[in-house]
T-cell receptor, first 111, second 117 residues
Framework: TQLLEQSPQFLSIQEGENLTVYCNSS?????LQWYRQEPGEGPVLLVT?????EVKKLKRLTFQFGDARKDSSLHITAAQPGDTGLYLC???????????FGTGTLLAVQP | KAGVTQTPRYLIKTRGQQVTLSCSPI?????VSWYQQTPGQGLQFLFE???????NKGNFPGRFSGRQFSNSRSEMNVSTLELGDSALYLC????????????????FGSGTRLTVV
């Protein structure tokens, strides 16, 4: 069974601080995605990474896929209250359209 | 373009009843997946439909079923509702390329919040 563990589970920080969220598995994934979900809404895709070692940047967000394609990280620089939400990583294990979602990291950025 | 539309947004049912949820994917997307989200279990995969056929199925009991129509719209049905079925049910559409995950990922609807009392 493929599992994705995220850490930390909860994070409460002040505006302007930096943070990193980790997504780890013992399984290899062909691609990995990060989503952000706000209360009462569905997750919204932030990025897809497909190559081991790949780094992608989206404004203040930096995403990295591990060399072995088993783990990923999300780094936010100078967090803002608008970054508040549930961050989910999700991996695709093979030639199927089924995503395995991580346990989630709930981020609260205080103004 | 229009997003993924799920109806209804909220639903309250009593134990033992059945419920049908609807999902209209993005135009042109032929794959529709359903997920159950609860605080304790997170997002769990229910099933995926592609071209009116169920391609993948998660580890849920047979009370959970679904179907997809020729216009790619999908419905999921839960029979004999239990209290534990209370959850946010999310539908996601994508346009897989040669069976693999669309590199642009899933587009989720806003979900149907089901409460079983």
């Amino acid at each position: 069974t493929q599992l994705l563990e995220q850490s930390p589970q909860f994070l409460s920080i002040q505006e302007g601080e930096n943070l990193t969220v980790y997504c780890n598995s013992s399984s290899v994934f062909s691609s990995l995605q990060w989503y952000r979900q706000e209360p009462g809404e569905g997750p919204v895709l932030l990025v897809t990474v497909v190559t081991g070692g790949e780094v992608k940047k989206l404004k203040r967000l930096t995403f990295q896929f591990g060399d072995a394609r088993k783990d990923s990280s999300l780094h936010i620089t100078a967090a803002q209250p608008g970054d508040t939400g549930l961050y989910l990583c999700a991996g695709n294990g093979g030639a199927t359209n089924k995503l395995i979602f991580g346990t989630g990291t709930l981020l609260a950025v205080q103004p | 373009k229009a997003g993924v539309t799920q109806t209804p947004r909220y639903l309250i049912k009593t134990r033992g009843q059945q419920v049908t949820l609807s999902c209209s994917p993005i135009s042109g997307h032929r794959s529709v997946s359903w997920y159950q989200q609860t605080p304790g279990q997170g997002l769990q995969f229910l099933f995926e439909y592609f071209s009116e056929t169920q391609r993948n199925k998660g580890n849920f009991p047979g009370r959970f079923s679904g179907r997809q129509f020729s216009n790619s719209r999908s419905e999921m049905n839960v029979s004999t509702l239990e209290l534990g079925d209370s959850a946010l049910y999310l539908c996601a559409s994508s346009m897989p390329i040669r069976g693999r995950l669309d590199p642009y990922g899933y587009t989720f609807g806003s979900g149907t919040r089901l409460t079983v009392v």
